[in-house]
């Protein structure tokens, strides 16, 4: 298991994370739409254990930029390739999108944080596998972390945020990046929960699995 450590600089806010901000643009987002998170196999191009991409941090990038970035719109929403939602017939289930996306209001409204990485494992193209983003509201912090390594679980020291009891959240992963949702097995890939511990003085630790995202 590797280890990696992030910082979350609570006195350097980015500016409040619009509630208008999660439509799907992505797919404009470099490779977010078209070589994303568990694509599935319309994408004949991506390896099959290669489905899980660094690119679901697009919606990070949401965060980043909300100073000046404040609508989106849904434009992926059913039978297209990462669309939310999927039919075959009389069937009709949630992708992974879906839940990625499900993962992330709590921070609507709230006030984005810059999070520094300071260590952590690295995929073969020398970027860092760990990512996460940051927010604060009158309700609390919330952390949104992603391992995007395809065989690695890290354990995650996150440092900066006011400690008290358990932190609880959730976590969407699968056995293997090419896994995904269909008629036959809906539930393939679904949020399951995860719980932060107390690291010391000061800091929470969590344990991500490879190609996961998870909100605490």
């Known amino acids: 298991m590797a280890d990696a450590s992030l910082r979350v600089q609570g006195d350097e806010p980015i500016g409040t994370i619009s509630p208008r901000l999660y439509g799907h643009v992505a797919e404009h987002l470099g490779r977010c ?53 999927m039919t075959d017939g009389a069937s009709f289930w949630r992708t992974p999108t879906y839940d990625v996306f499900q993962l992330h209001p709590m921070h609507l409204n709230a006030t984005a944080l810059p999070i520094d990485v300071t260590s952590g494992p690295s995929p073969p193209d020398g970027a860092s596998a760990i990512s996460g983003t940051v927010s ?70 969590v344990t991500l699995p490879p190609h996961s995202i998870a909100t605490i």
Do not use: K, M
């Open 33 to 85: 739409c078209y070589d994303g998170l568990w694509v599935g196999r319309q994408q004949t191009e991506i390896p099959a254990d290669g489905r899980f991409h660094n690119d679901v941090v697009a919606l990070e990038g949401f965060h980043r930029q909300c100073r000046v970035l404040t609508l989106a719109n849904l434009v992926q929403i059913v039978n297209v390739l990462q669309a939310p939602v």
């Open 136 to 205: 604060q509201s009158g309700a609390g912090v919330t952390i949104t972390l992603i391992n995007a390594h395809r065989r690695e679980d890290v354990e995650i020291s996150v440092g900066g945020v006011p400690r008290t009891g358990i932190a609880t959240g959730q976590i969407l992963t699968a056995s293997t990046p090419a896994a995904e949702n269909d008629a036959t097995s809906p539930g393939r890939v679904v949020p399951i929960p995860l719980s932060a511990f107390p690291d010391g003085a000061a800091n929470w630790r």
